[in-house]
T-cell receptor
Framework: EPEVTQTPSHQVTQMGQEVILRCVPI?????FYWYRQILGQKVEFLVS????????KSEIFDDQFSVERPDGSNFTLKIRSTKLEDSAMYFC?????????????FGSGTRLTVV | AQSVTQPDIHITVSEGASLELRCNYS??????LFWYVQSPGQGLQLLLK??????LVQGIKGFEAEFKRSQSSFNLRKPSVHWSDAAEYFC????????????FGTGTRLTIIP
């Protein structure tokens, strides 16, 4: 079964450093998403991306965050200057079609620890 | 505001016993509803989804869920749990067309005892 692949599985970074989280969505999918889950809290929407632009973003997704699909296969989330409160599990998701009867496929996540 | 509520933070059941995990939603119209499972260190795996039609939906791993409009609920059930079902379970909803955001509940952690 096709998978969404995320790398790395765990990243530790110092506060103030830039991090890039990488995702390879399923190849025929067109819609891409990032979600995050702070330890012990609910999974929260960050951003959706379609046709090489952001289609929706949450209030969490401020100027410190950016997304990119640089080469037609990877989908990245960049945090420019990490803060302690950015520590969370970050999930990438994709789906093939905007029809909502197609479910999202999630990756296994990247655990980001900011120290 | 749109929201999904899972009232039970942690549930413990014996292996072989039946299971019901509760989920309530608050939306203007009936949203699309999902249940996901997250095993330790793993991603979110879709168990089942409801869009319309038959209010009892079957999913993978022997799970089913029943949509009840009158109660704004979408409870997950399994008649007999296995030790491998121990995981975190998330209910999620997708609202109005054009809104791409899945809204998740806070999750229910399921512990299975022998």
């Amino acid at each position: 079964e096709p998978e969404v692949t995320q790398t790395p599985s765990h990243q530790v970074t110092q506060m103030g450093q830039e991090v890039i989280l990488r995702c390879v969505p399923i190849s025929n999918h067109l819609y891409f998403y990032w979600y995050r889950q702070i330890l012990g809290q609910k999974v929260e929407f960050l951003v959706s991306f379609y046709n090489n632009e952001i289609s929706e973003k949450s209030e969490i997704f401020d100027d410190q965050f950016s997304v990119e699909r640089p080469d037609g296969s990877n989908f990245t989330l960049k945090i420019r200057s990490t803060k302690l409160e950015d520590s969370a599990m970050y999930f990438c998701a994709s789906r093939t079609n905007r029809e909502r009867n197609y479910g999202y496929t999630f990756g296994s996540g990247t655990r980001l620890t900011v120290v | 505001a749109q929201s999904v509520t899972q009232p039970d933070i942690h549930i413990t059941v014996s292996e072989g016993a039946s299971l019901e995990l509760r989920c309530n939603y608050s939306y203007g119209a009936t949203p699309y509803l999902f249940w996901y499972v997250q095993s330790p260190g793993q991603g979110l795996q879709l168990l089942l989804k409801y869009f319309s039609g038959d209010t009892l939906v079957q999913g993978i791993k022997g799970f089913e869920a029943e949509f009840k409009r009158s109660q704004s609920s979408f409870n997950l059930r399994k008649p007999s749990v296995h030790w491998s079902d121990a995981a975190e379970y998330f209910c999620a909803a997708l609202g109005d067309f054009g809104n791409e955001k899945l809204t998740f509940g806070t999750g229910t952690r399921l512990t299975i005892i022998p």
